[in-house]
């Protein structure tokens, strides 16, 4: 299976071990992800101001792009980013009528892709029991805590990924590469990413909450899917630290293609 594939900027610079994985891991799961020839950046933040609609081009051409197909991505700012602005295409006739006018692209965009994260393209596409059954090396004996941060999951009713409020595909992630998830109450909570240029004490506030917990809870390690999340809980986080992992990582260790 060939599925469209958007990395966005920070795989290919601070966060390259998110996107080599992921790419390595799907090939061994049959799947090939076919990166766009001229994507740009996703804007890096969905804007809710009704008149912005330049920051959102790029996101409306990759998924223009991807139509013959779906449209899979990585990192959580990113998917958060274009599925929103694709519902925004969908549901908003005001917008999509002017970024299409804008646009001037050969058949006017509606919003008819499919978005995939790639937890989504696990759980839904080639399937938790599946991908158990293609492990390699089980991470047999590790406790993991999964932190989902705050992109990933919310606006619930645009992303529709998982229940924002008690998720699971980062648990049931967890148990299909042998592992067993730990539950912390900070999972899906804000880490302070975006508040540590201008405010680096709360930053470093809210990310050793979330580190203490999973601390707590007895955790070897914790995973993410966000590239600020990763470097706020690793370099904002005061005091000791659990290691933090992108998922994608550990896949695919568990899945015997980790160099």
Same mark, same amino acid.
């Given at each position: 299976?060939?599925?469209?594939? &958007?990395?966005?900027?920070? $795989?290919?610079?601070?966060?390259?071990?998110? /996107? !080599?994985? =992921?790419? *390595?891991?799907?090939?061994? %799961?049959?799947?090939?992800?076919?990166?766009?020839?001229?994507?740009?950046?996703?804007?890096?933040?969905?804007?809710?101001?009704?008149?912005?609609?330049?920051?959102?081009?790029?996101?409306?051409?990759?998924?223009?792009?991807?139509?013959?197909?779906?449209?899979?991505?990585?990192?959580?700012?990113?998917?958060?980013?274009?599925?929103?602005?694709?519902?925004?295409?969908?549901?908003?006739?005001?917008?999509?009528?002017?970024?299409?006018?804008?646009?001037?692209?050969?058949?006017?965009?509606?919003?008819?892709?499919?978005? &995939?994260?790639?937890?989504? $393209?696990?759980?839904?596409?080639?399937?938790? /029991? !599946?991908? =158990?059954? *293609?492990?390699?090396?089980? %991470?047999?004996?590790?406790?993991?805590?999964?932190?989902?941060?705050?992109?990933?999951?919310?606006?619930?009713?645009?992303?529709?990924?998982?229940?924002?409020?008690?998720?699971?595909?980062?648990?049931?992630?967890?148990?299909?590469?042998?592992?067993?998830?730990?539950?912390?109450?900070?999972?899906?909570?804000?880490?302070?990413?975006?508040?540590?240029?201008?405010?680096?004490?709360?930053?470093?506030?809210?990310?050793?909450?979330?580190?203490?917990?999973?601390?707590?809870?007895?955790?070897?390690?914790?995973?993410?899917?966000?590239?600020?999340?990763?470097?706020?809980?690793?370099?904002?986080?005061?005091?000791?630290?659990?290691?933090?992992?992108?998922?994608?990582?550990?896949?695919?260790?568990?899945?015997?293609?980790?160099?």
């Amino acid at each position: 299976m060939v599925f469209h594939y &958007y990395p966005g900027c920070t $795989l290919k610079t601070k966060a390259k071990d998110l /996107d !080599k994985y =992921a790419r *390595a891991s799907a090939e061994a %799961l049959g799947i090939t992800l076919a990166e766009l020839d001229n994507w740009q950046c996703c804007g890096g933040a969905f804007t809710m101001a009704k008149d912005e609609i330049a920051t959102k081009l790029s996101s409306v051409r990759a998924l223009a792009e991807s139509r013959d197909t779906a449209l899979v991505t990585v990192c959580s700012a990113c998917h958060n980013v274009i599925k929103q602005t694709n519902a925004a295409m969908k549901n908003d006739a005001d917008f999509a009528f002017k970024v299409n006018n804008y646009m001037k692209l050969d058949e006017p965009y509606h919003g008819e892709t499919k978005v &995939y994260h790639y937890l989504e $393209l696990l759980r839904d596409v080639v399937g938790f /029991d !599946k991908l =158990a059954a *293609a492990v390699k090396n089980p %991470l047999k004996g590790k406790k993991i805590a999964a932190y989902y941060g705050c992109l990933l999951l919310r606006p619930g009713k645009v992303l529709q990924m998982d229940n924002p409020e008690n998720p699971q595909i980062l648990e049931d992630f967890i148990r299909a590469i042998g592992a067993t998830p730990v539950i912390t109450p900070y999972r899906n909570e804000c880490c302070g990413g975006y508040m540590a240029t201008e405010d680096k004490a709360l930053a470093a506030k809210k990310s050793g909450m979330v580190m203490e917990s999973a601390k707590e809870m007895e955790a070897d390690m914790m995973i993410t899917a966000c590239p600020l999340c990763l470097y706020n809980l690793t370099k904002n986080a005061p005091g000791e630290k659990l290691p933090v992992y992108y998922f994608t990582e550990l896949l695919a260790e568990a899945l015997g293609v980790k160099e």
